[in-house]
């Protein structure tokens, strides 16, 4: 089945040390996007690139970076990870045969020690 | 920036009764509406959208209406069953890029 793939499903970091979350796409959308998601809100875009074009929120912190090698991996990058950096990050695909629908993978909990 | 807000925030109801979630938008620009369910510990999964030039929308038990001149839509969930038990958030999108989510709502459906 095509679908979007995260790796790992669950990291520890520890503060301030860098870590780099992983996503892959089967469905090759031309559209990738990296979503926070804190304890019991809703998701947040932090950027997404649309093909090599990377577009940044306003408000997304330095601290978060991306990398998109090829059509079907995308890569969060955070720097410094704070206590704050905790959350769930989501990674999403469009650009399929309706190209506004935004498909979810399972997500990456990261957790700050 | 667009605004997204999402009533109830925690939704309970019984079996077989039907589930109502309202959410209201402040950008006159956005035109599309889509509804994600999440169940705990999974991403969220599409499962209704709508365009802002479509009314209504309809797909087996769930419906989403769009009332662009109150900038109000609303997922109707008829006949509810346990497995509907999830947190529901709606958003808005100028572009169809950036979605602008409702704080969301947790439904339960008690048998």
């Known amino acids: 089945d095509a679908m979007v793939i995260q790796n790992p499903r669950y990291q520890v970091t520890q503060f301030g040390k860098p870590v780099t979350l992983s996503c892959s796409q089967t469905?090759?959308?031309?559209?990738m996007y990296w979503y926070q998601q804190k304890s019991s809100q809703a998701p947040k875009l932090l950027f997404h690139?649309?093909?090599?074009?990377?577009?940044n929120e306003a408000d997304t912190p330095d601290n978060f970076q991306s990398r998109r090698p090829n059509t079907s991996f995308c890569f969060l990058d955070i720097r410094s990870p704070g206590l704050g950096d905790a959350a769930m990050y989501l990674c999403?695909?469009?650009?399929?045969?309706?190209?506004?629908?935004?498909?979810f993978g399972p997500g990456t909990r990261l957790t700050v020690t | 920036g667009e605004n997204v807000e999402q009533h109830p925030s925690t939704l309970s109801v019984q079996e077989g009764d039907s589930a109502v979630i309202k959410c209201t938008y402040s950008d006159s620009a956005s035109n599309y509406f889509p509804w994600y369910k999440q169940e705990l510990g999974k991403g969220p999964q599409l499962i209704i959208d709508?365009?802002?030039?479509?009314g209504e929308k309809k797909d087996q038990r769930i419906a989403v209406t769009l009332n662009k001149t109150a900038k109000h839509f609303s997922l109707h969930i008829t006949e509810t069953q346990p497995e509907d038990s999830a947190v529901y958030f709606c958003?808005?999108?100028?572009?169809?890029?950036?979605?602008?989510f409702g704080k969301g709502t947790s439904l339960l459906v008690t048998p």
């Open positions: 709508i365009r802002s030039n479509v």
């Open positions: 999403a695909t469009s650009g399929g045969t309706d190209p506004y629908e935004q498909y």
């Open positions: 690139y649309y093909d090599k074009d990377f577009n």
């Open positions: 469905l090759n959308h031309n559209v």
């Open positions: 958003a808005a999108s100028i572009s169809g890029y950036a979605l602008n």
